[in-house]
């Protein structure tokens, strides 16, 4: 290749380069407090962390069920790159609006979507806004023209508002146990905090009340619970304590489930303790008989064919 063709070759790669460099934005630094420069600013509700995979903004789900901007984080891209497409991914639950909500467009904490996209306007910027919905910690993604900036948050669950299971236990007469419940708020995130008041009507009992609380030893809501003095039912309620659902959490959540009866058949005294020696007597029959079985079976297998033998047990 002559000279005057190789500095044509190098003027055109040079020119090239230039050209991929003034079109192609940087990823943007994720910042907390405006700032000058290509940034993305993360501002709006209180949060923690620092947004990153180790240390994610944490961030309350919008309990209340509205999505005022004081509910939401507010992402403001600012960036060289001008009128240029932008779109934004979300995971793990987390929503993304294009304003907060209020009269016009009715955005309530069920509203959202997990993806977003738009333009940036003449100045290189735009604006969206997020909420978690769950506890797992989850990615927004922004790509604008290319390049990716990515933010990690974890929501923060609000308080109790549905009482989703309660298992009630099996009592004699004067016998104790436990109650055994899971609770969740609004979203379906379980909840470790708050009570739930336990009513409990018939057998010789009162009607007076206990509380259902989470166990940080069990990991689990549990309340203990005593029969009374004579076999019959004992009715048991269970309620969240403090709750009273607002006409804004019902819009976006429906009513809560927060609360739930139960009947417990309680037996003469002793009967229990006389059905569980009888069951323990049986188990330990089964298992002879397992055994002897399996004995017998593995003698039976090393005598016939592979296609003939028999399951163990």
């Known amino acids: ?55 994610p903004y944490l961030v309350a789900v919008p309990e209340a069920g509205t999505v005022a901007a004081g509910s939401l984080m507010k992402f403001t891209v600012s960036s060289d790159v001008k009128s240029r497409a932008i779109s934004v991914t979300a995971t793990s639950g987390i929503k993304l609006l294009d304003a907060p909500g209020d009269a016009t467009n ?19 910027a ?103 003095t004579s076999a019959g039912s004992l009715a048991v309620g269970l309620t969240i304590a403090g709750l009273t659902a607002t006409a804004d959490q019902k819009a976006a959540f429906g009513d809560p489930a927060n609360t739930s009866f139960g009947v417990i058949a309680v037996s003469a005294k002793g009967d229990i303790k006389t059905v569980k020696a009888e069951l323990a007597i049986v188990k330990a029959a089964v298992a002879t008989l397992t055994a002897d079985y399996n004995a017998l079976a593995n003698k039976y297998n090393k005598l016939v064919k592979k296609s003939k033998r028999v399951a163990l047990k």
């Open 1 to 55: 290749m002559s000279k005057k063709l190789i500095a044509v070759a190098a003027a055109a790669a040079l020119a090239l380069t230039g050209l991929v460099g003034t079109t192609s934005a940087s990823a943007l630094t994720v910042v907390t407090t405006a700032s000058a420069g290509s940034n993305l600013l993360v501002d709006g509700i209180t949060k923690t962390g620092s947004g990153t995979n180790a240390l």
């Open 106 to 124: 009715k955005y309530t904490a069920a509203s959202g979507a997990a993806s977003w996209s738009s333009t940036t306007d003449a100045a290189g």
């Open 126 to 228: 735009a604006v969206f806004y997020a909420f978690p919905t769950t506890t797992t910690k989850g990615l927004v993604t922004v790509t604008l023209d290319g390049d990716i900036t990515q933010v990690y948050v974890t929501g923060v669950a609000g308080a109790a508002y549905d009482i989703t299971s309660v298992t009630l236990p099996s009592l004699e007469a004067e016998g104790t146990d436990v109650i055994i419940a899971t609770v969740t708020d609004a979203f379906g995130n379980a909840v470790t905090a708050g009570s739930l008041t336990v009513a409990r009507v018939g057998t010789g009992t009162s009607s007076g009340a206990t509380y259902v609380t989470y166990s940080t030893t069990t990991k689990r809501w549990e309340g203990s619970i005593t029969a009374g």
